[in-house]
């Protein structure tokens, strides 16, 4: 129970200060205020997923490091893939969500044990791939109406709360899978 709090804190968390970096209504441009804002919003992103990764694995914080490494090389990619196009990001998020969870489960090589978990339970993984396409569709669509039915702070709140309890619910499956493929290993 005590990892939904944790849980729950860092979406909450997160569309709050979401909320307060578009006080200032910034417009995208190549300034040092855009920038610092930019930066600051991806901070908190990156914190938050870590967060929710490890509470969602039940890892505890000598871990935090290690897994936000992990976050980071996997926000990485996914900027990367959004330059080929942006339908690749929600295939590389899905795709690579498990890494995260992993790595707060415990094993030092969290590439090469979602690896591992992939062969072990390859099923299990593309499943959940599919069920995390299939959310990033009403989240995408959910935060689309948002953005056109509601302004400002509010809207960014309101989209990063809907986005957060989507990825937590992601996170969440993904820790199951990381659990069993680690029990059947070592079966």
């Known amino acids: 129970m005590r990892a939904g709090w944790w849980v729950a804190g860092a979406v909450v968390v997160t569309a709050l200060l979401q909320a307060l970096l578009v006080l200032p209504d910034p417009v995208p441009t190549l300034s040092w205020g855009f920038a610092l804002l930019l930066v600051a919003s991806v901070v908190v992103l990156l914190v938050a997923a870590t967060v929710v990764s490890t509470a969602v694995a039940g890892g505890d914080?000598?871990?935090?490091g290690r897994v936000l490494g992990v976050v980071a090389v996997l926000t990485m990619v996914a900027v990367a893939a959004s330059l080929l196009h942006p339908l690749v990001v929600p295939v590389v998020l899905a795709g690579g969500a498990p890494v995260p969870v992993v790595a707060a489960a415990g094993p030092a090589g969290a590439w090469g044990a979602a690896a591992r978990g992939v062969a072990h339970r390859p099923l299990g993984y593309v499943l959940r791939v599919l069920l995390g396409l299939v959310?990033?569709?009403?989240?995408?669509?959910?935060?689309l109406l948002l953005g056109l039915l509601v302004t400002g702070p509010l809207a960014a709140a309101a989209t990063w709360l809907v986005?957060?309890?989507?990825?937590?619910l992601l996170l969440w499956v993904w820790a199951g899978w990381s659990r069993a493929t680690a029990a059947s290993a070592n079966a």
Do not use: D, I, Y
């Open 135 to 143: 959310l990033a569709v009403p989240a995408w669509g959910a935060a």
């Open 163 to 168: 986005m957060g309890a989507f990825a937590a």
């Open 61 to 64: 914080r000598s871990r935090f």
